[in-house]
Every structure is written in structure tokens, then in C-alpha cells.
């Protein structure tokens, strides 16, 4: 278990934003369950990285009656890891320490990897929420691969995002 996923879990302060880690610009899973999730939540922002186009997610959230000022669309990130150099600095500027982490189950070992690095070195805690799907959990070396990134990232400022793209 990830060290800021567990102290989350024992951390008595409740999250101060919901963060959704943008999926396919064709499914919009993690964007229906997010706006699901959030309707019990509903003085919480909504800070969604990357995914599907924004027309797309706006009616997603206003079918759910998500108010519209709640959502902060983010298209900056490229990977998973600027999905959190993106938002860790709006998020420590506004001082908010807990956050929601919402993805899918098969992205969340590397999110949460990533998550306790990068959200990790401002202080910032998460809880972890998985947005079930069919598909099997990605291999171990994604996870290493980001994780290494995010620790360079710590250090320099520096993502690596445009070797990764170049690589695939």
C-alpha cells in the first residue's frame, strides 16, 4: 500500500477537491462515475485532467446536475504524470492538502505511484477512487517507468513527457 494513499485513509481532514484523471477521448467512464460521485459531494470542485473533448464532459456532468462552475477543465497534460505537474500547483495555491483521486481500476497502481510523488512533495494527501472497468490492470513497468519520472520531476522540473510520446 502507497504511503499517502494509507496516511489519507487515516487522515481525519475530508477532501477539498475531487481530481479526475482524464480517460479515452472516446469513453467517458471515469467522467459519468465522477459526476455520479460528486453529486454527494456537492461543494466540492471538480479538477479533471485530460479526456474527452470538453463539450463531451460538460454534458456528461450537466445530465448529472453537476453545476458547471464546479468543473475545472485542464487539456495541458499529455501522460499521466503531467496529469499531476499540471494541477499540483493550482492545488497548493489554493492550500487545499486533500484531494479525491478518481481513475480506473486498471491505472491505478501507476496513478497512485505517481500521485504520492508528485501530490506527495506538496504535501498533499489523496484518497484513492477506482472506476471499475473490464480491462486487465497495466503492466508493472508503466508504474516504474512514471515513477522514476515523477522523482526527476521532484528534483529538475523536468517530465520526460516528450521521450515517452516519442516511444510509443
Known amino acids: 500500500m502507497w504511503l499517502g494513499y494509507q496516511e489519507a485513509q487515516n487522515n481525519s481532514k475530508q477532501p477539498e477537491a475531487v481530481i479526475v484523471l482524464g480517460g479515452s477521448t472516446k469513453n ?76 480506473s481500476d486498471f491505472h491505478m497502481r501507476r496513478a497512485c505511484i505517481i500521485g504520492e510523488i508528485i501530490l506527495g512533495s506538496r504535501g498533499i494527501h489523496f484518497k484513492a477512487i477506482s472506476v471499475p472497468s473490464q480491462t486487465p490492470p497495466e503492466p508493472i513497468e508503466k508504474s516504474i517507468r512514471d515513477g522514476v519520472r515523477s522523482l526527476i520531476w521532484v528534483a529538475t522540473g523536468y517530465t520526460g513527457a516528450e521521450e515517452v510520446k516519442h516511444r510509443r
Open 28 to 103: 467517458l467512464e471515469r467522467e459519468k462515475f465522477t459526476a455520479q460521485f460528486a453529486r454527494k459531494y456537492p461543494n466540492l470542485p471538480i479538477l479533471i485532467s485530460g479526456g474527452s473533448p470538453p463539450v463531451s464532459t460538460k454534458r456528461v456532468f450537466a445530465k448529472a446536475g453537476i453545476n458547471p462552475q464546479r468543473l475545472h477543465l485542464d487539456y495541458e497534460a499529455v501522460d499521466t504524470v503531467t496529469n499531476f505537474t499540471t494541477l499540483v500547483d493550482d492545488l497548493q495555491a489554493r492550500k487545499i492538502k486533500n484531494v479525491y483521486l478518481v481513475t
